[in-house]
T-cell receptor, first 110, second 116 residues
Framework: GQNIDQPTEMTATEGAIVQINCTYQTSGFNGLFWYQQHAGEAPTFLSYNVLDGLEEKGRFSSFLSRSKGYSYLLLKELQMKDSASYLCAILKKAGTALIFGKGTTLSVSS | SAVISQKPSRDICQRGTSLTIQCQVDSQVTMMFWYRQQPGQSLTLIATANQGSEATYESGFVIDKFPISRPNLTFSTLTVSNMSPEDSSIYLC?????????????FGQGTRLTVV
């Protein structure tokens, strides 16, 4: 079976830093995705981690620990436009579909 | 990267009718994936469509309700049949691009379906 857990909701203020955690238990693991989804829109790719460690892309960074079944998405210098749902998804094997967590709704206030 | 054109972007349909959603990819891909996202929920895989063979459906989804066509390596359709209000969701198609060790997964713009 598989289980992907992430917090349902988070709130933060403009300019702050927020960390969204994702823990997983799956029968196979190739890599982990993070997506951003604004209401009514399709998910937008943020990152893909296949190796342990931190990947940085501008204001967004993603971390993976395969041995701990743990990842986080770090958002720095938060902006109002960062208010969205953030989806953690597992790729068990290349060529198979992604398995999504339930998503974390982030609300950024001024 | 792959670009996916999905249509319609939204529709309002009467219960009992059917809607066919189309996805066109700008490159040839082996697998296409169809997802459903119910209001306030995350994405759930409906089926995997492989060109030249029948789609593989996930538990809880059946071919009679969600028939899929995959006539070539760049195109697929998903039909939502005999619709009821419970089918109101966003439907998304997706493809993956693998370039070891990385993978990217791309989504169509989504079809927002409301059944009344």
């Amino acid at each position: 079976g598989q289980n992907i857990d992430q917090p349902t909701e988070m709130t933060a203020t403009e300019g702050a830093i927020v960390q969204i955690n994702c823990t997983y238990q799956t029968s196979g693991f190739n890599g982990l995705f993070w997506y951003q989804q604004h209401a009514g829109e399709a998910p937008t790719f943020l990152s893909y981690n296949v190796l342990d460690g931190l990947e940085e892309k501008g204001r967004f960074s993603s971390f993976l620990s395969r041995s701990k079944g743990y990842s986080y998405l770090l958002l720095k210098e938060l902006q109002m436009k960062d208010s969205a749902s953030y989806l953690c998804a597992i790729l068990k094997k290349a060529g198979t579909a992604l398995i999504f967590g339930k998503g974390t709704t982030l609300s950024v206030s001024s | 990267s792959a670009v996916i054109s999905q249509k319609p972007s939204r529709d309002i349909c009467q219960r009992g009718t059917s809607l066919t959603i189309q996805c066109q990819v700008d490159s040839q891909v082996t697998m296409m994936f169809w997802y459903r996202q119910q209001p306030g929920q995350s994405l759930t895989l409906i089926a995997t469509a492989n060109q030249g063979s029948e789609a593989t459906y996930e538990s809880g989804f059946v071919i009679d309700k969600f028939p899929i066509s995959r006539p070539n390596l760049t195109f697929s359709t998903l039909t939502v049949s005999n619709m009821s209000p419970e089918d109101s969701s966003i439907y998304l198609c997706s493809v993956e691009d693998h370039f070891y060790p990385n993978t990217e997964a791309f989504f169509g713009q989504g079809t927002r379906l409301t059944v009344v």
